[in-house]
């Protein structure tokens, strides 16, 4: 079971009392406070990258194996992804295959052990709306936890710390948020520390970098190698904060953003081929290549299921039944494919892709320049061949060119946006406006493509049809996606004509 936690840590100095947190003006009506004992004992790897990259895998007396994924977090809250999961594994001094899957893109190959135990006295509220909004829903729990924190093998107490909690509901507003926080600054509380508990008791290890940190840049002319570390930085830590998502299967976004990762930092390794070690960056494209290609073929399924879902609900009503057994067959085919997914991304091989992904990201493997080429013009030529060669592929299209060819100019479009996005901290809002241009491109080609692939399907879809109604309806549909591909057709001439002022190039 998953949720999200939204909440904010304050601290809470050894005179302070839970005050009254009944707000009338706030709209918040206060339960009875009731106290409860916690013991959850916290794992990860030796070098802590759990609690490194704001995660953590945790056994807790009350709710059983829980995995924490940051999403975000500021100066007052803190965002996780919570995961509850369900396990019937006797021994609960080792982690469950389930919970050590949503934490593999963080901890790879290194084995996974007790780290501490906290055993917390936690003093609760629950918080109600009172305003007549929510019809009296919960809106929030404030506690007051007192923390030991014992060494996971002896049991000894190894430090104490106190720290109140807000934890919010996702529709709780503004105006309860600053009721809650009112009351409790008004009583004495802390400013707001979004530092979780396991990284409190472990102390200064816990809050360094996690392993892939994406650099921040000079905002005025960043040298050329900090650029290419940030792009392959970038791009790898979207591939591992989506790799739980994937793995979970309930978010077709998590996959698509997976495979942008790898693509764009395939993308990348080209776009900057001549500044890195040429057998490395190879190596780690023909292994880009092979998961992309995993992700790919459960994505693509994803893409055609939605295009026929939407396109059933254009059929005669007397159609449908027909058309959803069709659809069937391609929901057999996505289990299919992510069944493959799965195999592959619980396999040595992408651990070991993610350790050398990681290592690249890292310290990216750059040549020695021997040549006194000024860092923004070396950029602007890596953005430069891509366009030029993007220009010539359409400068050579027929009049009426094959659904190929235009899908072949839909790949060099991608190519030559990604270039431009890799160097646009160099650049700005120039290079950023020069690859926006090209994704209205790339997206009516895009368009395009998938109505001429789902087209195709569908007529493979008829000639294998059981009955005469499942091949009608597969000829319906494949009609809707020809006239779909017609239109972005039709439209992708004004696209191009709009990405290629003059003015969108002046920088180059």
Partial sequence: MSSLEREIKLGAPDEFELPSLDHPDGGLLASPEDTIELIATYFDTADLRLSRAGASLRNRSDEGWMVKLAKSSDDSMLVRAEHLVASTALDGAVPPDEALDLVRALTRNAPVAAVATLQTTRRRVTLRADDGSLGGRAVGEVVDDRVEVRAPDTGEVVGRFRELEVELEEHATDVHRIAILERLRDAGAGSADPTPKIVRALGPTATAPSDVV??????????LADVVGHAIALAVARLVAHDPGVRIGDDPEAIHQARVATRRLRSDLRTF??????????????????????????????????????????????????????????????ERSREQLLRAFRSERYDTLLDRLVGAAQRPRLLLRINDDDDAQVMRALVRKPWQQL?????????????????????????????????????????????????????????????????EWLRRAARRAEHGDEAFAAGELAAIEHDAAEAARAEWPAAWRRATRKRLREWL
């Fill in 214 to 223: 994406v650099p921040q840049l000079s905002e005025h002319h960043p040298p």
């Fill in 273 to 334: 081929r001549s500044l890195v070690d040429e057998p490395w960056a190879d190596s780690l494209r023909d292994e880009l290549r092979w998961i992309g290609d995993v992700l790919g073929a459960v994505r693509d399924t994803e893409v055609l299921i939605e295009r026929l879902e939407h396109a059933i609900t254009l059929l005669p009503e007397v159609d449908r039944a027909s058309a959803e057994q069709i659809l069937e067959r391609l929901r057999d085919d996505r």
């Fill in 391 to 455: 220009r010539d592929a359409v400068d050579a299209l027929a009049k009426d060119p094959p659904d190929s060819a235009l899908h072949a100019i839909r790949i060099r479009t991608k190519r030559a946006r990604y270039a431009a996005e890799a160097v646009q901290p160099a650049f700005g809002k120039a290079a950023r406006a020069f690859a926006r241009a090209l994704v209205g491109v790339q997206d009516v080609l895009g368009e395009h493509q998938d109505a001429v692939v789902a087209g």
